[in-house]
């Protein structure tokens, strides 16, 4: 797993339950916008992240575009936490302590 | 909904004999449907599988949750109405026929049958959920069709929810049309989605356009743009699936030793 990868799960672990639109994982992680969204329609593709449209009643009252969130699954949390964790110790380096935080993950609808 | 949660939910409440139907009719449907695909490119069964999660989750009997699984077999397959009489009588396969034939308004205005209708509902509200696949101009159609008449005869039925969700998701699409005339980073990357593969390109580029609408100084916009083209290539490669780069999968995807019990 590619490092960008990892911070973009930490984007999402970071928090319990954060739901981030596409300009927040930038914002968190600092990589290009080239480079998150092929992240982000790979996580969500293995089911690791979970996305929805902003509610259509509020953009139509912005008189905008709905908005796509994400959040991180409980197979993704799960995942995450495996592949991350093995990753840091075939590298002998401590886990990080983001990585273990509790996610509001249960019962992905 | 998958066919394995929409089992679930029936589980408790559904006698085994009806369930057992039901998963006939899911059999059936799937075999007749096998070749064929939706636009948005998932094998066609998941949309019968929707439809019948949606009127399972308003409480419809298993006679309308089999015809939902069937409902476009004799519309879109070879499959002859004799085998669906035959297998699950004629009850069922008259609502099949029933959900294939009342389509105008003039038709559903003069249906009693409110499991028909109830079909109706649920079918136009998958298929509402997924519009983005259609090319506007049928969206559109189909959207002010369900406003003008699917959604309040749902509610009319009592089915609020199914009727809220329809009136909501039509709306959407016949809202003001976003402007991606006169930003020329909104023009920018409707051309640079062309790289996409087709069934990808309205759902991303909606998003794509939503974000750069939150993006209020005219630098930073085209900075988006421009990074987003730069990794457009990418981005197909991605969608496709295909020649992916394996230090990139999680390792859950990976050939995996013996050792590890996941999954």
Not at chain 2, 144 to 155: F, Q
Request: a positive charge; glycine letters at 6%.
């Amino acid at each position: 797993m590619t490092l960008q990868t990892q911070n973009v799960l930490k984007a999402f672990m970071d928090e319990p339950g954060r739901e981030l639109y596409g300009l927040e994982v930038i914002a968190a992680t600092r990589l290009a916008t080239g480079t998150i969204y092929p992240i982000l329609a790979r996580l969500e593709r293995y089911g690791w992240i979970e996305g929805r449209w902003e509610d259509p009643g509020i953009s139509q009252q912005e008189s905008r575009p709905p908005r796509r969130y994400y959040k991180i699954t409980a197979a993704g949390a799960e995942g995450s936490r495996t592949a991350i964790t093995k990753a840091y110790r075939a590298r002998r380096q401590p886990v990080p302590g983001w990585l273990n935080r509790p996610t509001a993950s249960g019962g992905a609808r | 909904m998958t066919i394995e949660s929409l089992f679930e939910t029936l589980a408790d409440t559904m006698p085994a004999e009806r369930l057992r139907l039901i998963e006939r009719a899911y059999t059936v449907a799937a075999y007749w449907h096998r070749a064929q695909k939706r636009k948005s490119g998932d094998p066609y069964i998941v949309h019968p599988v929707a439809v019948a999660g949606i009127l399972a989750e308003a409480g419809m009997d298993h006679e309308v949750l089999c015809a939902a699984l069937l409902h476009d077999v004799l519309e879109d397959t070879d499959c002859p109405a004799a085998l669906l009489i035959h297998e699950f009588g004629d009850r069922i396969t008259d609502l099949v026929i029933a959900s294939a034939t009342v389509d105008d308004p003039v038709a559903l205005a003069s249906c009693t049958d409110e499991r028909v209708l109830a079909l109706k509902s649920a079918d136009r509200l998958h298929n509402l959920r997924t519009i983005r696949f259609l090319p506007p101009s049928r969206q559109r159609r189909k959207s002010r069709h369900t406003l003008e008449v699917l959604a309040p005869l749902a509610v009319r039925l009592g089915l609020e929810e199914i009727g809220a969700e329809l009136a909501t998701l039509a709306r959407a699409v016949l809202s003001p049309p976003v402007e991606a005339g006169h930003r020329s980073s909104n023009r920018t990357l409707a051309l640079g989605v062309l790289l996409l593969p087709e069934a990808h390109r309205s759902r991303w580029l909606q998003e794509w356009f939503g974000e750069l609408q939150a993006i209020p100084r005219r630098s930073a916009r085209v900075r988006f743009t421009v990074e987003l083209l730069m990794g457009m290539p990418r981005m197909a490669v991605t969608l496709r699936g295909a020649a992916t780069d394996l230090r990139d999968l999680p390792p859950g995807r990976m050939p995996r030793d013996p050792q590890d019990h996941r999954d």
